[in-house]
T-cell receptor, first 112, second 114 residues
Framework: GQQVMQIPQYQHVQEGEDFTTYCNSS?????IQWYKQRPGGHPVFLIQ?????EVKKQKRLTFQFGEAKKNSSLHITATQTTDVGTYFC????????????FGQGTELSVKP | DGGITQSPKYLFRKEGQNVTLSCEQN?????MYWYRQDPGQGLRLIYY???????QKGDIAEGYSVSREKKESFPLTVTSAQKNPTAFYLC?????????????FGDGTRLSIL
């Protein structure tokens, strides 16, 4: 069945270092969404990518959607302690409307 | 402010007991969802509702039940048939039942067994 795999599962960085999480789908996705969940909190929608090869930026965060629309990445430049949390990617099931497949998430910890 | 309200924040269940988790949204969204999150895991879909008076089983529906009698409300009942209910439960909604719609989440309910 359709799967969305995310790596790494955990990443520990020193404040100021960069961070990247990767998301790979077993099938082509019509779009990919990214969410952030702070410790003890709930997932919050960050961004959606739709086009092949699309790149979007939000301040220090850069999101990419692969040319084949099967992979995506989130890169954070110069991490800050406020970046701590788990980052999830999610993509829709084929022909199943609003059902999203979520990756397992990458938990980011930042040491000050 | 518009949003999704889940209650209670913490819930304890005794053996053989059914418990109901509340989810209310004032975003005027058609679609609503219930997810289960276990430590270090992603989100697994329990039930979803495309529109009022409709709901469908997700990937892990056994031991759970829902209703959608009002557009703004989508309560989840964890029945005694669910043998491992300890988890973080998240309710979400989206404008429509479409895969390109972002989902908005409530603050969640943490359920534990006494």
């Amino acid at each position: 069945g359709q799967q969305v795999m995310q790596i790494p599962q955990y990443q520990h960085v020193q404040e100021g270092e960069d961070f990247t999480t990767y998301c790979n789908s077993s099938t082509t996705l019509s779009n990919i969404q990214w969410y952030k969940q702070r410790p003890g909190g709930h997932p919050v929608f960050l961004i959606q990518l739709v086009k092949s090869g699309e790149v979007k930026k939000q301040k220090r965060l850069t999101f990419q959607f692969g040319e084949a629309k099967k992979n995506s990445s989130l890169h954070i430049t110069a991490t800050q302690t406020t970046d701590v949390g788990t980052y999830f990617c999610a993509g829709p099931f084929d022909n199943q409307g609003g059902k999203l497949i979520f990756g397992q998430g990458t938990e980011l910890s930042v040491k000050p | 402010d518009g949003g999704i309200t889940q209650s209670p924040k913490y819930l304890f269940r005794k053996e053989g007991q059914n418990v109901t988790l509340s989810c209310e949204q004032n975003l005027n969204h058609d679609a609503m969802y219930w997810y289960r999150q276990d430590p270090g895991q992603g989100l697994r879909l329990i039930y979803y509702s495309q529109i009022v008076n409709d709901f469908q089983k997700g990937d892990i529906a056994e031991g759970y039940s829902v209703s959608r009698e009002k557009k703004e409300s989508f309560p989840l009942t964890v029945t005694s048939a669910q043998k491992n209910p300890t988890a973080f439960y998240l309710c979400a909604s989206s404008i429509a039942w479409q895969g390109d719609q972002p989902q908005h989440f409530g603050d969640g309910t943490r359920l534990s067994i006494l």
